[in-house]
């Protein structure tokens, strides 16, 4: 039987981690390995997302704040699941690590995918020092851009033979820039009247930073000339900052020509009705939506931030802006709104890098790799 694998994460939901395992899961073979998720805090719809029969989702159903007896419950799944590896996932799981050290798990992994709202650039003294805590208990890292693995060398300490890097990969069949939009796209999608769409997705956060894309856009929207009012925005996405954004399209004045979409499963239709893909964020890991939408044909602004800049290949594929000045964003959108052959030129550029860097393929040879490497170990 091949050995098992317990993949440990906050909550499956919709989110660029959750995608990223899942498209893991359903990628690598059967034979090769098998999989359990155990989630901290429940799990959604989206775990209909695995394509596999064969993958246990399972829930300790962490109570809000501290919860002692989360540890045991994890404990208990491990010692009931056998995993020959565990596989954790940024700071809210990282230490149960030492559960899986506790329940006799000898193979032990632990992924950085990115930082939270409150951390956005990993900084934070204690989520530092809890790191840092656990670090004896794990056998390898993994980082999702070459700038969280200097970010865990630097601050974390982590020696670099144990941190391996893989970046994200993406289904360049499911996105592709042919196929119909979503059934309730809210706008014309051809003639005369098709709009210009500036379009995101991504949780509603802080960390993601709508709230200056909507300053933009209403910025963009108000200046002279035909393409300003042929402008739309739409933002895809839940989270808690969606009413704060309904409140302030109100206030600027832009709430008829702003599609506020909600959390959706429809990605790839979505993607396809952008005439340019905006992310925001303050800071990223490695963004599985940038990825989307270069395997989309769109092209892509976002801050120089991250890992964005080992994505984007600025003024080929997309643009990167200074995300420290609020204009630069208005300006590198603005450069695609005056010139609809570079807008063209730089989506065809950015699906030719997404296949040729950024596979389905390379991701799962990567991890397999790794997860062959700690076997032979032990």
């Known amino acids: 039987m091949a050995p098992l694998i317990a993949h440990v994460i906050y909550r499956l939901d919709f989110g660029g981690l959750e995608n990223g395992l899942v498209n893991l899961l359903n990628g690598m073979p059967r034979e ?47 010692t009931r699941l056998r995993p020959a590896i ?14 899986a050290l506790a329940a006799g798990v000898r193979r032990r992994v632990h992924g950085e995918h990115g930082w939270d709202a409150s951390d956005p650039r990993g900084e934070s003294v204690r989520a530092l020092r809890i790191r840092r805590a656990c670090r004896p208990a794990i056998g390898r890292y993994v980082a999702v851009s070459k700038d969280i693995g200097r970010w865990l060398h630097d601050r974390v300490g982590v020696a670099p033979a144990r941190i391996r890097q893989i970046y994200n990969g993406v289904d360049a069949e499911r996105f592709n820039p042919a196929g119909p939009l979503p059934n309730d796209w ?28 909507l300053e933009a856009f209403a910025r963009l929207a108000s200046a002279p000339g035909a393409s300003a009012a042929r402008l739309r925005l739409a ?8 009413g704060v954004l309904r409140e302030r399209a109100q206030a600027l004045g832009i709430a008829p020509r702003v599609w506020l979409a ?19 964020s303050v800071n990223e890991g490695i963004s599985n939506t940038i990825l989307e939408a270069m395997a989309s044909a769109r092209p892509v602004v976002a801050g120089r931030v991250g890992g964005n800049g080992e994505l984007i290949e600025d003024g080929h594929t997309g643009t990167l802006y200074d995300a420290a000045d609020p204009c630069a964003l208005d300006a590198a959108i603005q450069r695609y709104l005056d010139d609809d052959r570079l807008c063209a030129a730089h989506g065809g550029a950015a699906r030719e890098r997404c296949l040729a860097g950024f596979s389905m393929g390379a991701m799962v040879q990567g991890y397999t790799a790794l997860y062959d490497e700690l076997m032979r170990r032990n």
């Open 235 to 242: 933002i895809v996405g839940g989270g808690p900052e969606e």
């Open 32 to 78: 090769k390995y098998r999989h359990a998720i155990v989630c901290l805090a429940g799990f959604s719809a989206f775990r209909d997302r695995i394509a596999r029969d064969d993958v246990e989702v399972v829930s300790v159903d962490k109570r809000p704040g501290k919860d002692l007896g989360a540890y045991a419950r994890v404990w208990r799944q491990f």
């Open 262 to 280: 909600g959390a959706r499963g429809d990605a790839p239709a979505l993607l396809r009705g952008f005439d340019i893909f905006v992310l925001p």
């Open 186 to 213: 809210p706008w014309p999608p051809a003639g005369p009247e098709r709009p210009l769409v500036i379009g995101t997705i991504g949780r509603l956060d802080r960390i993601k930073n709508q709230g200056a894309l």
């Open 86 to 99: 565990v596989h954790t996932r940024n700071l809210g799981t990282v230490d149960l690590q030492w559960v």
